[in-house]
Nanobody, 115 residues
Framework: QVQLVESGGGLVQAGGSLRLSCVASGIVFSIQAMGWYRQAPGKQRELVATITRSGYENYADSVKGRFTISRDSATNTVYLQMNSLKPEDTAVYYC?????????WGQGTQVTVAS
C-alpha cells in the first residue's frame, strides 16, 4: 500500500512564496509520473504541474513562470515551489503519484493566499 503525505501549505500574503512537499511511503516502485493538482471551493480539481519519470515537466498555463515542480527520486519526494502567489491560487493542493499499476493521491494541504 502506498501512502502520500503532503506538507508545506498555509496562509501567505499575495506575492509571497510557499514550498509544498509530498513524500511517499510503502511499496513504491516504477513511478511513471508525479504531480500536483488543486481544488478550489466550488470548482473541479485541476492539474497544476506534473513531472514524468524521464523528467519532462508540464504546467498549467495559470502557473507557468511562477511555480516549479521538482523531485527527489532517492526519497520518492516531489516538491512544488510556488512564487508570486495570487489569491486565485487559493485551494487545497493534492499530490498524485502514477505508478505502473495504480495511481495514488495524498490527503491534500490547504494553501490560502490573502490579498
Amino acid at each position: 500500500q502506498v501512502q502520500l503525505v503532503e506538507s508545506g501549505g498555509g496562509l501567505v500574503q499575495a506575492g509571497g512564496s510557499l514550498r509544498l512537499s509530498c513524500v511517499a511511503s510503502g511499496i513504491v516502485f516504477s513511478i511513471q509520473a508525479m504531480g500536483w493538482y488543486r481544488q478550489a471551493p466550488g470548482k473541479q480539481r485541476e492539474l497544476v504541474a506534473t513531472i514524468t519519470r524521464s523528467g519532462y515537466e508540464n504546467y498549467a498555463d495559470s502557473v507557468k513562470g511562477r511555480f516549479t515542480i521538482s523531485r527527489d527520486s532517492a526519497t520518492n519526494t516531489v516538491y512544488l515551489q510556488m512564487n508570486s502567489l495570487k489569491p486565485e491560487d487559493t485551494a487545497v493542493y493534492y499530490c498524485k503519484y502514477t505508478l505502473s499499476t495504480a495511481a495514488y493521491w495524498g490527503q491534500g494541504t490547504q494553501v490560502t493566499v490573502a490579498s
